[in-house]
Structures are given as structure tokens and as C-alpha cells.
């Protein structure tokens, strides 16, 4: 994006047409909008945004506040490199936080690829969004208020060089900004990242609002009556003008024989209404690609994916066309959010969702009734284990996992499994056989990660407690142990015959 601009409209307010079509006039290609209507944080996109379109959408929502952005751009769009940009997700893949970043940001723009700078700082800042969420129990209220704190307002206008602006929108109706430059104005009906001078133009000129009230007759005089019905006035009468002009001279109607072009056939549009919901498969196609297709339709993989007789709800137009979910933003603007609530479709929950038949079944026969990783598990675990996100997150966490006073104000901040279960210790869990600990993670996968992570802190603490005293010159407490297994070995001879 070559140059953009972050609009934050409050609740039961209007921005007025005149900044919008000034703010249209530099950034006139696309679009994007953020805000929470029911509980849920709606993220759209769309290009060759109108300023009439745009007021008219503003006014059916304007009990909500929204934040939208605008942008030009200098080559083929991708509507997946247009703020705003979902950071944080729900199992569910909702949205719980968005960003819009605005601005130049140079460190995060890469030679090769077709998103811009922005793109990649979204992309940056995912980790540290989701581990810092995670920190708090994924309580957002929580997330929101640490990520105000002075040194992340610091982190974030690094970001940026000389001129840049990062807009947080969090499900709990939270809107922050990180503000660095000049450009931006606070204003009665919400704020703006530029003004494109709107503001000085309006301190200079102190009737602008008249002028303002003028601009809708002049806006009618365009579509008025016909030129042949305006009466002349009198000079154009005294020059004969308003007389028909000669026949020679007259320009002839076309012969009777000419056939005339047929009128062209008004455009219809299609409304909310004509949107019907169909039952249909996903087409033929590889996994990968049938997984991309119901993605594209309904916003989400489902866990019936691999099925290849399951039927889908979708959308569809009156001619049939089964319509995308960019298409119908593309279609109904801010608006859609009304179509997805009007008409819901009802689907399969998505794939690793936590419902009751997302379970592993339970009942079927254990293959591998030792702790033993099969060659399948082990390339997958090689693969989870060297993925480029995952050892950024190690490397993120090796304060964590070095240090027993961070392990201890971890492990007090999460109640391990047992206590979660109001048990006094985990003498019972830590009696179980592999065999029912495998069970017991058919049952319910996510109740097993809980465990594994309880025991995993009850084992970092544990050893890090002993590295700690040994650190600090404790190492007797531990010769005795060595000293009485040292001497049996020494007595068979073994040793001395090496030597």
C-alpha cells in the first residue's frame, strides 16, 4: 500500500462526507473495517470503495463504533494484504483481536513478495499477540490492558520510522492506537491517522459549513431538468437561439428502415433478500484443495472434511452461483455482517474444535500399549519440533525454562491439573500406567495437554531447585550417595586392570 489512513468512527456518530471523500480522493482502492456487533468481531475487505456507499453503510450501523481503512496501491490487490488483520483466534478460527497497521514501515517489507510492509509486522507480531495472551489465561480484558502498558506502546512505535500508526480492536469493544508522527486528529464524531489537511482547511476557512449546504443543491443541479426544457434568457432570445435551427442545417432522424440499437438492459443488483442457502458436496478434488474451497464458503475448515459425501450449507445467489465469503463482502460491503445474522448456516464445528465428537473414540483397540513413538509419530514429531514457529517460540521461552523463579510464578499463575480437579496432590495421576494415560487422552485431548503441562512444571521446578543447591556449593549433601556406590565397583578390579 503505497499510502493509507486509519478512520475510528465512535458509536451514534457520523463522519462527515466532505473527509470522506477527501480521505477517498488519496486512498481509493480499498477498503477494510473491524467492529464488534453482537458480541462478534467482524473483519471485512473490499476495493473501489464510494463515498456514498460508505456513508450509507456507516448510518445502517450507527449505534456501533467502527474502525475502517482506507488505501491506495500501485499494483494487482490481494485482498489478504488489506488491514485489518486477525491476530488473535478462537478454537472456533473467530476473530478475538484485529490490528490495522498505517504507515511506513520499512524493516518489514521483503524484496520478493507481493504483500505489503504491513502485512509482514502483522505477521511479526502474531507470537508475541498469542504468547502474551496466553500469559493471562487468554483473558482479553486482561491482554488488552498489559499490551497499554509503556514498554509495549515502546515496542510497537519502533515498529515504525518517523510516521506510523497501529490500531488494535479486541471482541470486548477495546480500541487502541499507537500513535507516531504528525497526521493524526482527534475529532468530535471519532479519529483519523491523516487528515490530508482537513482540519487546517476547516480553521482557514470559517464558512465552510455554508458552503457545505450549498454542495447538495449543486450535487442536484446535475441531474436536473433537460436542457431543451431551460427557458433561454433574453439575449439568447435576441440572438435567435432559442429558435430551431434551419432544415438544411438541422441534424436528420434516422430512416425508418435504420434499426435502432437495443437499450441496454439496467444492471440488476442483488439484495440481501435474493441470498438463498443451499445443501451441496465439495466438488472432486485433492484434500489440500477441497479443505481451500469450503475455507473460501463458509470461513473455516470443518472436521467433516475428509468426509467426501458430507454436505455443506452455502450461500448462493438466485442463479445459483455459490458465492464466497470475500464475494459477499465484496457484494454487501459492511452490511454482509446483517446476512450472516439473518441467515445463519448451520455446519459441522470446526476441524480441532473442542465438541464432544471432535474426541479421539475411545473405544477403539490401542496399537502401541508402550511408550514407544511409531516411525510415523516420530517424522511427525521431528517436523512439529524443527517447524520455524516453534523453535521461535523455544527461543522466546528459554527464560522461562532456565530460571526456577519464573518456573515457580508460572506454576502459581496456573493451577496444576490436580488442583484444577479440587485433588490435594497428584499421587493418583502419577500412579496410572501408560496404557490409561492414553485413555485417558482419547477422552479428552485437551484434558491430557493440561496434565502433561502440570507435570512438566512440577519437573522443571524440581530440577532446577536441585541445580540451583548445587550451584551454591551444596554438592556434599550428594557425596555420600556417590561414595557408597563408587566402592563395589572398584572392589571386582575392573578399573585397575585399565589402568
Known amino acids: 500500500m503505497s499510502q493509507g489512513v486509519i478512520i475510528i468512527k465512535k458509536a451514534n456518530a457520523e463522519v462527515p462526507k466532505d473527509f470522506l471523500e477527501l480521505a477517498l480522493q488519496s486512498c481509493p482502492k480499498v477498503w477494510g473495517a473491524a467492529f464488534v456487533d453482537k458480541g462478534v468481531l467482524e473483519i471485512m475487505h473490499g476495493e473501489n470503495p464510494v463515498a456514498e456507499d460508505l456513508l450509507k453503510t456507516l448510518d445502517e450501523f450507527k449505534d456501533i463504533g467502527i474502525t475502517l481503512y482506507l488505501g491506495d496501491s500501485t499494483s494487482a490487490t490481494n485482498l489478504k494484504g488489506v ?87 479486541a471482541r470486548n469493544n477495546q480500541v487502541i492506537t499507537f500513535s507516531q508522527g504528525e497526521t493524526a486528529k482527534d475529532f468530535d464524531w471519532g479519529w483519523c491517522s491523516n487528515t490530508f489537511g482537513y482540519g487546517a482547511e476547516k480553521k482557514e476557512e470559517p464558512k465552510a459549513e455554508p458552503e457545505k449546504k450549498g454542495g447538495m443543491f449543486s450535487r442536484r443541479s446535475t441531474v436536473r431538468e433537460k436542457h431543451v426544457d431551460h427557458q433561454p434568457s433574453g439575449n ?89 465469503r470475500d464475494e459477499i463482502n465484496r457484494l454487501f460491503g459492511l452490511s454482509a455482517a446483517k446476512l450472516f445474522d439473518e441467515k445463519k448456516l448451520t455446519n459441522a464445528p470446526p476441524l480441532g474444535a473442542q465438541t464432544e465428537n471432535q474426541n479421539i473414540d475411545s473405544s477403539k483397540e490401542v496399537i502401541q500399549p508402550m511408550p514407544i513413538l511409531s516411525g510415523s509419530a516420530r517424522e511427525r514429531s521431528k517436523r512439529f519440533i524443527s517447524d520455524e514457529r516453534i523453535l521461535k517460540l523455544i527461543s522466546e521461552n528459554s527464560e522461562v525454562i532456565t530460571d526456577p523463579d519464573n518456573v515457580q510464578n508460572t506454576e502459581t499463575k496456573i493451577p496444576p491439573h490436580w488442583q484444577q480437579l479440587g485433588e490435594k496432590d497428584s499421587s493418583q495421576w502419577d500412579a496410572l ?35 540451583s543447591k548445587i550451584k551454591d556449593g ?23 586392570r585399565a589402568g
Open 83 to 169: 488491514p485489518p488483520f486477525p491476530l488473535i483466534e478462537t478454537d472456533d478460527e473467530e476473530p478475538l483481536v484485529a490490528i490495522i497497521p498505517e504507515g511506513n514501515f520499512p524493516g518489514y517489507a521483503k524484496e520478493k513478495s507481493t504483500f505489503p510492509p504491513a502485512y509482514h509486522l502483522a505477521e511479526h507480531l502474531f507470537d508475541d499477540f498469542n504468547a502474551s495472551f496466553d500469559m493471562v489465561d487468554k483473558n482479553l480484558d486482561k491482554f488488552m490492558g498489559g499490551i497499554e502498558k509503556d514498554s509495549f506502546k515502546k515496542k510497537m512505535n519502533l515498529a515504525s520510522v518517523s510516521r506510523g500508526y497501529i490500531t488494535v480492536i
Open 433 to 467: 500406567p501408560f496404557l490409561e494415560i492414553e485413555k485417558y487422552g482419547r477422552a479428552d485431548i485437551h484434558a491430557l495437554a493440561v496434565l502433561a503441562y502440570s507435570w512438566k512444571m512440577r519437573a522443571l521446578k524440581a530440577e532446577h531447585s536441585i541445580k
Open 474 to 496: 551444596m554438592k556434599d549433601q550428594l557425596k555420600p550417595v556417590e561414595a557408597e556406590a563408587e566402592p563395589p565397583k572398584k572392589a571386582r578390579g575392573m578399573f585397575s
Open 236 to 324: 439568447v432570445t435576441g440572438n435567435g437561439a432559442d429558435k430551431s435551427p434551419p432544415t438544411e442545417t438541422a441534424i436528420k432522424a434516422p430512416e425508418s428502415g435504420t434499426p435502432k440499437p437495443p437499450p441496454k438492459e439496467p444492471k440488476k443488483l442483488v439484495v440481501i433478500e435474493d441470498i438463498t442457502i443451499k445443501k451441496m458436496k465439495i466438488p472432486p478434488m485433492n484434500r489440500k484443495n477441497r479443505a481451500n474451497w469450503i475455507k473460501e464458503k463458509i470461513g473455516y475448515k470443518p472436521n467433516t472434511i475428509d468426509d467426501v459425501n458430507a454436505e455443506y450449507e452455502v450461500y448462493t445467489k438466485p442463479d445459483g452461483t455459490v458465492l464466497s
